[in-house]
């Protein structure tokens, strides 16, 4: 509640609550009323879908409060295999068609697998038509508890490429049912018949040294359980990195977001990226990804917060940009609108 009353203070004007699973809390709707009273929007909440119950939407509804309820699908007849839990499916997928007959907008969250694959498709046109609005697309974590049940069945950076490219002209050919965001590899708009590539962050020019390494940590800052000022949510599961940015409870929200370690992160540019990283700053590419994302740069706590994001390597070396335009070009009829990047003489 404290930290609700400095959210106020330093101006922070909307929050989405995750957990773990938020709902469960025997005191959620006193941490909403809090947020409410200060003038805060709930823009999302992440949830598995299992209590997202009418009588929860009539609460939300009683405070004129209708945040957006995000919630995982892992794939048509694969989301309890991957829980773990007999009815999960069902249970989300009833909670995505609540959510629609009350007006509530939903987002949805997919991981790949090497078993799942085949469902993307199938999977995007069930959510569209149960009115989702967005789908993100992850793959699977090697960590915990999946490294010992399930881990044979990660991909590949290039096969989950393949997987994406594959996909993208059935996108279109489905007319564009839902917002999509392919990890860094295609996004497109619901209804659109235009895309973008997430990967391709800057502008190509030396001018992108100038601009900041994690444009997320600029915009939002994530709060762990311990109350720790963090740039994301994967940076929590990595200890020894979380462990030096400050805690809220200590430091004060104020002085986290003006003289920290999270700050200082914040504001570190493209230039001391190249400066720390001798592969990065002789690669061809490094004014289009900027060396990628941070978090999938530490490799579990492996490497260097400064280090290198092997997926966005594996994107432009091995030319994916140009097989999606190519893919499109030769399986979608009608013109579909790419953004125009140059490398050396070709513009895609």
């Given at each position: 509640m404290s930290i609700i009353e400095q959210f106020r203070d330093c101006g922070i004007s909307q929050v989405s609550i995750t957990g773990g699973e938020p709902l469960i809390r025997a005191d959620f709707f006193d941490i909403v009323d809090r947020l409410l009273a200060a003038g805060i929007t709930i823009k999302q909440i992440y949830s598995n879908g299992k209590l997202v119950t009418p009588q929860l939407l009539d609460a939300f509804t009683a405070r004129r409060c209708k945040p957006d309820f995000h919630m995982s699908f892992d794939g048509l007849g694969w989301h309890d295999w991957l829980r773990g839990v007999d009815g999960a499916e069902r249970a989300v997928l009833d909670a995505f068609k609540l959510c629609r007959d009350r007006g509530f907008s939903t987002g949805a969250s997919m991981t790949i697998h090497r078993r799942n694959t085949q469902t993307l498709r199938d999977s995007v046109n069930l959510l569209g038509s149960l009115g989702v609005n967005s789908l993100k697309t992850n793959p699977v974590a090697d960590a915990g508890s999946w490294l010992l049940n399930g881990g044979h069945n990660s991909l590949t950076t290039s096969e989950i490429h393949q997987v994406y490219l594959n996909y993208v002209p059935a996108f279109f050919n489905d007319g564009s049912p839902?917002?999509?965001?392919?990890?860094?590899?295609f996004k497109a708009r619901k209804g659109s018949r235009e895309y973008s590539i997430p990967a391709i962050r800057y502008s190509g020019t030396c001018e992108a040294e100038r601009d900041c390494v994690c444009g997320h940590a600029r915009a939002n800052l994530y709060i762990d359980p311990d109350g720790r000022a963090l740039p994301c949510m994967p940076m929590a599961g990595i200890d020894n990195v979380s462990a030096g940015f400050p805690?809220?409870?200590?430091?004060?929200?104020?002085?986290?977001?003006?003289?920290?370690?999270?700050?200082?992160?914040?504001?570190?540019?493209?230039?001391?990226?190249?400066?720390?990283?001798?592969?990065?700053?002789?690669?061809?590419?490094?004014?289009?990804?900027?060396?990628?994302?941070?978090?999938?740069?530490?490799?579990?706590?492996?490497?260097?917060?400064?280090?290198?994001?092997?997926?966005?390597?594996?994107?432009?070396?091995?030319?994916?940009?140009?097989?999606?335009?190519?893919?499109?070009?030769?399986?979608?009829?009608?013109?579909?609108?790419?953004?125009?990047?140059?490398?050396?003489?070709?513009?895609?």
């Open positions: 839902l917002t999509v965001m392919l990890g860094g590899f805690l809220i409870q200590d430091r004060g929200l104020a002085a986290c977001l003006t003289d920290s370690a999270y700050m200082r992160f914040a504001d570190t540019r493209l230039s001391a990226l190249l400066e720390h990283n001798a592969e990065c700053a002789h690669c061809e590419y490094k004014y289009y990804c900027g060396g990628g994302c941070r978090a999938a740069a530490l490799d579990g706590g492996k490497a260097h917060i400064l280090g290198i994001d092997r997926a966005i390597c594996c994107f432009f070396k091995e030319k994916w940009p140009e097989r999606i335009k190519q893919k499109l070009t030769n399986e979608v009829k009608g013109e579909i609108k790419h953004p125009q990047w140059s490398f050396g003489p070709r513009v895609f």
